[in-house]
């Protein structure tokens, strides 16, 4: 256990349909990032959060995907009118500063039907 | 040419010996190399930072670090079967706050 954690573990949803996942990073860093992997691929980098603030947002999200990390706490990401080509493991991950090691959590699994 | 990459695998390894795992990253100016283990349907998990060229020691792992020739390596002593994993190489950029992952290369620890 990293200390990252992450709501729902699973969700399986109708495609159309939005989605929305939790991430409480650990409790002393100050980055969070969102990634995205599919499978016999690597974790493919969504977008980070300097505390409250959203600095880089990867091209791969599209208008569809919105992220929030309001109070510099928790974050959320959220899908709207999902797609099957969604689907995939949602991970978060923490660090203390830039360049510093990322710890991740144990992932949201989203199953888009 | 892809930023990170890796050879995907299956490398298998008796038990007992040692697993080397090999890869090469594009960017001159990244900083920060790391090696993450993953089991399947599990997330990646942090083993080894590497910051600067040559070695790192950490048990039973060795993370090797040459940034002349932009390559990063792995090795696993006395390799077990609960190592059996993929294994990610990812690296970052100076200043930069997102990592790029290879795709894993998957180890197999056969009896």
């Known amino acids: 256990d990293t200390g990252v954690s992450q709501d729902p573990r699973h969700k399986i949803t109708k495609r159309g349909q939005n989605v929305t996942f939790r991430c409480d990073p650990i409790s002393e860093h100050n980055r969070l990032y969102w990634y995205r992997q599919t499978l016999g691929q690597g974790p493919e980098f969504l977008t980070y959060f300097q505390n409250e603030a959203q600095l880089e947002k990867s091209r791969l999200l599209s208008d569809r995907f919105s992220a929030e990390r309001p109070k510099g706490s928790f974050s959320t990401l959220e899908i709207q009118r999902t797609e099957q080509g969604d689907s995939a493991m949602y991970l978060c991950a923490s660090s203390l500063a830039a360049g510093n090691e990322q710890f991740f959590g144990p992932g949201t699994r989203l199953t888009v039907l | 040419q892809k930023e990170v990459e890796q050879n995907s695998g299956p490398l298998s390894v008796p038990e007992g010996a040692i697993a080397s795992l090999n890869c090469t990253y594009s960017?001159?100016?990244?900083?920060?190399f790391f090696w993450y283990r993953q089991y399947s349907g599990k997330s990646p998990e942090l083993i080894m930072s590497i910051y600067s060229n040559g070695d790192k020691e950490d048990g039973r792992f060795t993370a090797q670090l040459n940034k002349a020739s932009q390559y990063v390596s792995l090795l696993i002593r006395d390799s077990q079967p609960s190592d059996s994993a993929t294994y990610l190489c990812?690296?970052?950029?100076?200043?930069?706050?997102?990592?790029?992952f290879g795709s894993g290369t998957r180890l197999s620890i056969r009896p």
């Open positions: 960017d001159r100016v990244s900083q920060s």
């Open positions: 990812a690296v970052n950029e100076r200043r930069a706050s997102k990592i790029i």
